[in-house]
């Protein structure tokens, strides 16, 4: 059964990897490509009832936190089917979106601010060496110079030095993390194609 | 009393510590055997070297009298008595080369003359003995030895020869002596009396020596075996000792052989006789050849033919036994220093006896003869020293004028104290040496397994005697030891309090500082100077898109920040809706995505009255992350066949006639994921043709799209606020979002890089102070 697996895994691999270089195993690409987005949105809906059963579990369990699972499963079933019944684009799914959604995600991200703010400046009460202080002095400088003043960019932090750390070695640092990523990912596709690793199933 | 050694001279007890003795101020041995040790063996060829100068020349000496001895014995005839010493020294000769001595210059004349000279002389009986010895030696040796004497026709030895003449019963000699007789016999009759299967089992050489009574006896171990293609030469020669003692009837069968062979002689028929004879062989007589039968039954005979030392059966006197001179030097050797024992013993004396009886008498006590030591041998080591006390004149040849003047003085013999106290010595140490240049000394040769200890071992204390020094450097390990086996404990660092007041006024002066220039509005501070290449490739993308294009923007950013993202998408759509008026097609790989566009539409560019359907298009949620992406840029069509609504999406106006990605004016993707941003830059990169790509990405994602945007795989970057407030200036201030939250932005960056670096600087003072405290804890 695991080799039956394999074989699958791996045809389907070599098959949507030829795709990219021939033409005549594009329309193969694409079908087996549209077969991985049914299974991706399945999986989805699969990853919500789950969702569903974990939560009620909790209620039935009269578990700690069982109120906001209650919470959790009223409001996705209720979002669901108003949903379904009115569509996106209806008023009343757009209030949802507008007053539930994104002011609790946007205050989520003003609190990490906060948070974020908190943890630099007891940074150096902790660890005092010198890649915390290089750290904490290179967040101060991008944040000045992402700054303006009421009279224009702040004097050589906003004009000089904020560009070059930003386009000389952020970039840099991203170019190799990139060049990482590509590595890897080229390194595990081949694997998986010759069937080395297998995350499907097997060992 | 512990440690006392006796005197080897007087016998008296002395001091260990003692080099001479007290009392008669003779040299104390050295005492080196101690409790519990084992002698090692010891060649007495070692020995030679320290033997002193006065011994050697009475050796030689004493061998320059044996030569002239023997050789006064050789030019006179030969008595029973010389003839018995002579068999004696032949029996030691066999005991010299069991013991491995081949030493040939030590060998005496009379013994070389034995065993080289062309005279020599075998005595069957005694060749038997040696068949039985060189039997247990080995086959090989058997078969040269035996087969070449036997095969001589001097083999006859004197005594035997002068012991034929003197039998009383000419028949019985008849038997004994016919294979001495047919010895004699041209070799052609003996050959030609042979079967061919005996003959054809000897080699050449060997079936010329061999006696007839040997290839007779394989004959009839032939015939009993029934033709067995065994090699009858080894099994006779294997069995030669026992066909020599069990093989009584053989001699008489040869006499009938002999008798037959005479016949068939005449008749020309040979061979036949060997069944019958061995048919008629009698096991009553089985034991004992003829001659040797002859021996116990007629006592006169025996006398007359026997040497004298093998009819008596008391022993000899030690002086009528053998003359000092002649024994050999290796025998006296031998007699002295009974701990040397040979690999093999010569004489088998505690081997199993033969199957006894009254006719085999003789016979064992001939075999006793050569297989245990002689009785004059045994009785001078047996015989008490008080019997033997007073020594032969003729037996100490060794002048006294050759030994030093200390041995003289030495020897007890002069002043006699050897007799007036032998009680004071051990049994051990009695045993006097009656000849040679130690005559009258007792004791001098102590035998080795008769020694024992005489003290107790010394006690030693078993509490350890250690210097302070040393005693210091075992503490030193222990506490290393100690050390190294302690736990070590975990370096963790203080947890420091968490505190509550200092977030609750971080939030406080965030929530004042951004909230005051949001709430008025304000716009103190300058919007950014300085437009980057990216925020310009993202411009000119805008000016070259055509008039009413589609353009496929995607949304993939999070509803967390939709403030960031709006304000930094809002002027270039805004400009493009303002002067292109493009088609807008919406998609997201995000679930949120779909919402979060048309919450874009409505929201800030609601004043271009975009309508859904007729200018605008939103396909909804394209599930698959990149291969939902890939997908979707292979074949659109297939892949999102309908939009949001469940309608049909190709056949509406924003996507009538698209059937590709290359068909597009534009890609414009909206993320704040560098993930997504990679993703859609790469799947669509082969499928997309020349059409432009804009990424609109948040200010954290810009890092790791900014390396796309210098390898020129997307036509611009516009990154979070900053980028959107840049490309608002050259939008004429539309729709003005950037510019509403540029003052809060600014307030809040410095706020934050004040705290930052204020909070981070006290923090670090703080944190000196405590390593200090520390330390000076510590």
């Known amino acids: 059964m695991r080799v039956f697996t394999a074989v699958i895994a791996i045809a389907a691999g070599v098959l949507v990897l030829g795709g990219y270089f021939f033409p005549a195993l594009a329309d193969v690409q694409t079908l087996l490509l549209n077969w991985a987005i049914i299974l991706a949105g399945f999986a989805a809906l699969v990853g919500i009832f789950n969702l569903i059963a974990v939560h009620m579990g909790k209620i039935r369990g009269h578990e700690k936190g069982r109120t906001y699972s209650a919470l959790l499963i009223i409001g996705l079933v209720a979002t669901f089917f108003f949903g379904m019944i009115l569509r996106p684009q209806h008023a009343m799914m757009k209030i949802v979106m507008n007053g539930i959604i994104i002011p609790t995600e946007a205050a989520l991200m003003g609190i990490l601010t906060v948070s974020l703010v908190y943890a630099v400046i007891r940074l150096l009460r902790r660890r005092a060496d010198m890649m915390g202080i290089i750290f904490l002095v290179t967040a101060a400088l991008l944040m000045l110079g992402s700054a303006t003043l009421p009279f224009g960019n702040i004097p050589l932090i906003g004009t000089l030095l904020h560009p070059w750390i930003t386009q000389i070695l952020a970039l840099g640092g991203a170019r190799g993390i990139l060049i990482g990523v590509a590595l890897g990912t080229l390194t595990t596709g081949l694997r998986i194609l010759f069937g080395a690793d297998r995350p499907y199933g097997g060992n | ?778």
Not at chain 2, 215 to 226: G, I, L, S, Y
């Open chain 2, 1 to 778: 009393m512990s440690d006392m050694i006796k005197c080897p001279a007087c016998g008296e007890s002395n001091l260990s510590d003692q080099d001479v003795c007290q009392y008669c101020q003779t040299r104390l041995p050295d005492v080196t055997i101690k409790p519990g040790q084992i002698p090692t063996r010891k060649n007495t060829a070692e020995l030679e070297p320290i033997l002193p100068q006065w011994l050697r020349d009475a050796r030689d000496s004493a061998r320059e009298d044996d030569q002239q001895g023997a050789q006064q014995k050789l030019d006179q005839p030969e008595s029973p008595q010389s003839q018995a010493a002579s068999a004696t020294n032949d029996l030691l000769a066999g005991l010299q080369a069991q013991a491995g001595n081949n030493d040939e210059g030590d060998m005496p004349d009379w013994l070389a003359s034995i065993m080289d000279g062309p005279s020599k002389t075998t005595n069957p009986q005694t060749e038997s003995s040696d068949t039985d010895e060189m039997g247990l030696a080995g086959k090989v040796d058997f078969e040269d030895d035996v087969v070449a004497e036997l095969s001589s026709d001097e083999e006859i030895p004197s005594w035997l020869a002068e012991l034929k003449p003197a039998e009383p019963q000419p028949d019985e000699n008849d038997g004994a002596n016919d294979w001495l007789h047919d010895l004699e016999r041209p070799e052609q009759a003996r050959q030609s009396e042979l079967p061919e299967s005996f003959e054809s089992s000897f080699t050449d050489s060997s079936a010329s020596d061999t006696p007839d009574w040997l290839r007779q006896m394989a004959a009839e171990e032939n015939v009993k075996n029934e033709g067995a293609p065994a090699d009858i030469s080894a099994d006779v020669f294997a069995d030669a000792p026992e066909l020599s003692i069990d093989t009584p009837d053989w001699l008489q069968a040869m006499r009938d052989q002999e008798e037959a062979a005479k016949s068939a002689d005449s008749e020309g028929s040979s061979g036949s006789s060997f069944g019958k004879s061995d048919a008629a062989e009698n096991p009553a007589n089985g034991d004992l050849t003829d001659w040797m039968d002859s021996l116990p039954k007629d006592e006169e005979t025996k006398q007359g033919a026997a040497p004298v030392w093998l009819s008596n059966d008391e022993p000899l006197p030690l002086s009528s036994a053998a003359e000092p001179g002649d024994n050999p030097d290796w025998f006296n050797s031998f007699q002295a220093v009974p701990a040397f024992q040979p690999e093999r013993p010569f004489a088998p004396a505690d081997s199993p006896p033969h199957a006894e009886s009254e006719d085999s008498q003789l016979s064992d006590n001939l075999d006793a003869l050569f297989t245990d030591m002689p009785d004059w041998l045994s009785d001078a080591s047996e015989t008490p020293p008080s019997s033997n006390l007073m020594p032969n004149a003729d037996m100490d040849e060794i002048a006294p004028g050759d030994l030093p003047d200390w041995v003289q003085a030495m020897r007890p013999a002069d002043s006699g104290d050897s007799q007036s106290s032998p009680a004071s010595l051990s049994p051990s140490d009695q045993t006097l040496e009656t000849h040679g240049v130690l005559a009258w000394l007792q004791g001098v040769l102590p035998a080795a397994p008769g020694f024992a200890p005489t003290s107790k071992p010394k006690a030693y204390s078993i509490k350890l005697q250690a210097s302070d020094e040393q005693q210091s450097h075992a503490a030193l390990l222990e506490r290393i030891l100690a050390a190294e086996t302690a736990p070590v404990p975990i370096v963790s660092f203080s947890v420091l309090k968490t505190s509550r007041a200092l977030r609750w006024f971080l939030a406080f002066i965030f929530l004042l500082i951004i909230g005051i220039p949001l709430f008025m509005r304000t716009q103190i501070f300058s919007l950014p100077e300085g437009v980057p290449l990216s925020v310009n490739g993202a411009m000119q993308v805008a000016q070259s898109i055509p008039e009413g294009a589609p353009v496929l923007v995607a949304f993939d950013y999070e509803p967390a920040r939709v403030g960031e993202m709006e304000a930094a998408t809002a002027p270039l759509f805004d400009q493009l809706m303002l002067l292109r008026h493009p088609y807008l097609i919406f998609i997201s790989t995000n679930a949120t995505g779909a919402i979060l566009a048309e919450r874009f539409i409505s929201g800030p560019l609601a004043v271009h009255n975009y309508q859904y359907g007729i200018q605008y298009l939103n396909l909804g949620y394209l599930p698959g992350g990149q291969m939902g992406i890939r997908a979707f840029a292979q074949n659109p069509r297939v892949t999102t066949p309908s939009d949001m609504s469940l309608s049909s999406a190709w056949d509406s106006a924003p996507l009538e006639g698209i059937v590709s990605l290359s068909q597009l004016a534009a890609l414009i993707v909206v993320t704040d994921d560098a993930d997504a941003a990679r993703t859609w830059i790469e799947q669509t990169e082969s499928v997309r043709g020349g059409i432009p790509l804009v990424v609109i990405s948040s200010a954290q994602a810009a890092p790791m799209i900014q390396p796309y945007f210098e390898s020129w795989q997307i036509s611009g970057l516009i990154s979070g606020l900053y980028g959107g407030a840049l490309f608002e200036q050259y939008n004429a201030g539309r729709p003005g979002t950037a510019r509403s939250y540029w003052d809060a932005y600014s307030l809040g960056m410095l706020l934050a890089m004040a705290l930052v670096f204020g909070g981070g600087l006290w923090n670090l003072i703080l944190g000196l102070r405590d390593r200090i405290a520390i330390r000076e804890a510590q």
